[in-house]
Structure formats: C-alpha cells, structure tokens
C-alpha cells in the first residue's frame, strides 16, 4: 500500500532541549512489520503527537497514545507513588490478548520504578501478538535526565528531545535490559549516540 | 441578503450556528442541524452529522461526540467521530478514541485513546444511506404537504418541507441563537 508522506515535525527547543533527528534502525524493522498488513494496532507510550499519528495511520494502522509516566504516577516526582503501585491502573492499556502489533515504549521504562515497569512489561507481554515488536531506548548510565520526546520523522528517522522537568532515571546494562525482556521471544540491540541504546524485542 | 451572526469568542470567531455559555451545563443528549459552539458543561452524547461541533476552552463534555468537524479546545471525555476532521487543540484534554479523516494533535494537547482514520470514500458511504433517507423523508413530507394543501382551502404547508431534514428524526435540540 501507499502510505502518506509523515508530516515535517517542527524543530523543538522544549524543555531547554535541541531536536535532533537520527537514524533509528529499530524503528525501521518496526516499520518494515507494520507495511506487512493493514489494521493492526500500535501503541505509543510517549504520549500523542501528530508524526506519531500520522506514522502509524498513513500505514493503516489504529495508534493509540497514552504517555505512561502521566499515567503511572504523575508527571512531577512520581517515583514514591509509582512504588507503591505494583498493577497498572484501570485504563492503562486495557487490550485483548494478543490484538496489538507494535509497542514504542520509548525511553519511559527507565523512568519507572521496579514495580510499576515490571507491571507494565507483563501487560505489554501478555497484549502483543506473538511475533509483535517492541521498541524501547535505554541510557546505561544511571542518572537525572527529563523524559525524551520522540516524533518519526520518517520510516527509519526519529526526531528526539527531552521534554518536562528532570527526573531520576536508572540506568541499564545489556545483561539487565536481557533480564527485563526474558519472558519475549527474542531481542536486538543498536548502539546510537548519547549512550542511548535501541532495543527491538519480538514477543 | 441579511449576512449571519457573528459573535468573537477568546478562542476565534463563530461565525453562526448556536453556542451553550461558560454559565450553562446541561444534562442530555443534543442532536441538531447546524454548527455549534459549547464553552459550558454538557454530560450526554452530541449529534451534529453534517456540522461543526467546537469545544470551547471552557467547554467540558462528558459522552459521545459525532459530527462532521469537531474541534476541541477545552475537555472531553468519551468518544470522537468526525466525518471529516478532527483537531485538538494547544491545552485541550481529550481522553477517548478518536475517528476521523484527517486527525490532527497539537503539541502539547493531551490525549490519550486509539486514533484511526477513516478514508473519504468510507466516510461517504457511511453518510450516503442516511442522507437518502433524509432526503426521502423530506419528499414524502413535501408529497404529505402537496395533498394537504389541495385538500385544504389555500391553507400552505411549506413549513413542513423546511424542517424535513433534522426535525424528521424527532431530535431535540438544544441553541440559543446569538
């Protein structure tokens, strides 16, 4: 099928932070599953924004956005309450088994506590369909870092830069981002710039 | 010819159609043939299938919206289907799932739900059975009226014909005109 041309994000300066725009390799085998079939389903835990939907859409595809940290916690100083909250909340990401085809998690999971990341990794486990891909960004070193923004700019372009106030993030090595994803079926790693590592994962 | 209405709310200019107040909430179903502004508080689905619905900044709207253009600058909660398109604007919080042609987000709107477009000859052939039975509706109506008024003694029925789009359906509506 022909998809639409995505629509050219504006440069962004939020939060203090430059846009850069990047080759993404994960997002590109994202990408060339979801030109496979039409209809399926694509979650977006950043949160909306209008390259995401346009992505998503102009393949035939349903987006739906939710930005999980707002969800989880609250955008300001969520950690203590996201600890003490193992399950997800009513709402969040409520889908049959099996009916969603591709993730992009982003850089959130880092940004939650053990419980509720744990949380969420079981729902997005058991709401992918078998061969369903995931795509999250990892820092390896610990830190505080403000949440990134991430807009596709085109079928294998991210366009990212960090939004909202500093937050702590916890960092994660090859071997712990392998540990976190033991229960799918198979996962890959790109090393990009700013130590950020893409992570593709197939359930 | 006598031009509409205008009236310059802080959020642009509407040019017609009816507008429920910052000062108004209401509880109910709205189902109407012209545009519509809600800057006030409605709990209950909107029904506009050939208009524009806006949502004003201080519009909160709690139930189903389906019209042919539905901008939101204030709060929804519930479904939005657009037969053409859908924008959420700057500051608007809209949590539901949202059907349109061309859906458009703003940076920094809220939203959370599953957005999915709809095509313009799907959106068509959604609207064309219903627009044949208005339109069937109405020439009954007119063909009602007719005999009426050969019937009658010079008494005319126009009036019938005139409301055979919306008023067919029995819908209540709820304006004020500006």
Redesign the interface.
């Known amino acids: 099928m022909n998809a639409r041309p995505l629509s050219k994000a504006p440069a962004h300066k939020a939060g203090g932070g430059e846009a850069a725009a990047r080759r993404s390799y994960a997002l590109e085998q994202i990408t060339e599953y979801l030109r496979g079939f039409e209809l399926g389903q694509v979650v977006d835990l950043g949160g909306a924004c209008q390259n995401n939907v346009d992505y998503a859409t102009g393949m035939g595809h349903r987006l739906y956005a939710e930005d999980v940290l707002l969800t989880l916690g609250g955008w300001q100083g969520a950690t203590e309450a996201q600890e003490s909250a193992p399950t997800l909340p009513s709402g969040c990401l409520e889908f049959p088994r099996g009916s969603v085809h591709a993730a992009l998690c982003w850089d959130r999971l880092q940004f939650l506590a053990e419980p509720a990341s744990a949380a969420l990794l079981e729902r997005l486990h058991r709401i992918l369909a078998p061969g369903g891909l995931l795509l999250a960004l990892f820092y390896s070193e610990q830190g505080a870092r403000a949440p990134l923004a991430c807009r596709v700019t085109g079928p294998a372009e991210l366009q990212i830069h960090p939004v909202g106030g500093v937050r702590p993030c916890r960092g994660y090595s090859t071997r712990a981002i392998e540990k976190m994803f033991q229960q799918f079926d198979s996962l890959k790693f790109y090393l990009t710039r700013e130590n950020l590592q893409e992570v593709i994962v197939r359930r | 010819m006598a031009t509409q209405p205008t009236r310059t709310a802080d959020f642009g200019t509407v040019r017609s159609g009816a507008l429920i107040g910052k000062s108004l909430t209401i509880t109910g179903e709205i189902r109407g043939d012209e545009d519509l502004v809600i800057d006030g508080k409605l709990e209950g689905d909107v029904d506009l299938p050939q208009h524009r619905l806006t949502i004003g900044p201080s519009g909160v709207l709690q139930g189903k919206i389906r019209a042919r253009e539905i901008v939101v600058y204030g709060t929804v909660q519930g479904n939005l289907h657009a037969s053409e398109r859908v924008e959420?604007k700057k500051h608007a919080k809209v949590i539901g799932d949202l059907k349109a042609q061309r859906?458009?987000?703003?940076?920094e709107?809220?939203?959370?739900?599953?957005?999915?477009?709809v095509r313009a000859e799907t959106a068509k052939a959604a609207e064309a059975p219903k627009a044949a039975a208005a339109a069937a509706a109405a020439q009954s109506a007119t063909a009602a009226a007719q005999s009426a008024a050969a019937g009658a003694s010079g008494q005319a029925a126009s009036s019938t014909t005139a409301s055979g789009g919306a008023g067919g359906t029995g819908a209540r509506q709820e304006n004020r005109k500006g």
């Open positions: 959420i859906p458009v987000i703003e940076d709107a809220y939203f959370k739900g599953n957005v999915e477009t």
